[in-house]
């Protein structure tokens, strides 16, 4: 493994039906920080890869979504972490080569970091995510945390298979590091 990419809402930070549009509504998920700081310990990239509609949408401005990532950024330096990388895609064109299900942002992260597919892990909260990380051909796990419960619910389809399931970020994080200890 040498590079964990992210979903944000859902996995980062509480899943809002009606999109996080400020700071006060970007709620870090428990363990978040922890998990991440065990990522940089370990010497492995960490990057985010978002749709955020709620840009396209015109809910909330590019400024906006800035702030809430500064201030997240501000939050894991004080715990002594960092995210290498934020990749957005604020398209409401769900044709849009970057807005998952489609993989343009991870492939770009992918050529950004010089990872071949086989060597990077996706984690994320909704079908879209797996089937983004399934058309680049890298590792997948969902997480129980945000629409994940859902979205096991609704069953997985064979196409995004295998998928490792893990009850939050810090879990998934933390067995996946013991993994390449192994
Ligand atoms: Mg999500």
């Keep these: 493994m040498k590079l964990v990419l992210l979903d944000r809402d859902g996995v980062i930070n509480e899943d809002r039906k009606d ?10 998920l428990p363990g978040v920080l922890p998990a991440i700081k065990l990522l940089n310990k370990a010497s492995i990239p960490v990057a985010i890869v978002t749709n955020q509609a709620v840009v396209g949408r015109g809910e909330l401005s590019l400024e906006g979504l800035e702030n809430i990532h500064e201030c997240f950024t ?9 995210i290498d990388k934020i990749y957005v895609c604020t398209s409401t064109d769900s044709q849009n080569y970057y807005r998952k299900p489609n993989p343009g942002l991870l492939a ?10 086989k060597d990077a892990v996706f984690i994320g909260d909704a079908l879209r995510d797996l089937e983004a990380a399934t058309a680049i051909q890298c590792s997948r796990v969902l997480v129980r945390t945000g629409k994940g419960s859902q979205t096991l619910k609704e069953g997985l389809p064979d196409a995004v298979l295998p998928v490792r399931i893990f009850n939050d970020l810090y879990e998934a994080v933390h067995c996946l590091l013991g993994e390449e200890m192994c």
């Design 19 to 28: 999109s996080v549009k400020s700071q006060d509504e970007f709620i870090l």
């Design 74 to 82: 501000e939050a894991l330096k004080k715990e002594g972490a960092f």
């Design 108 to 117: 770009q992260a992918l050529n950004d970091f010089a990872i071949k597919p």
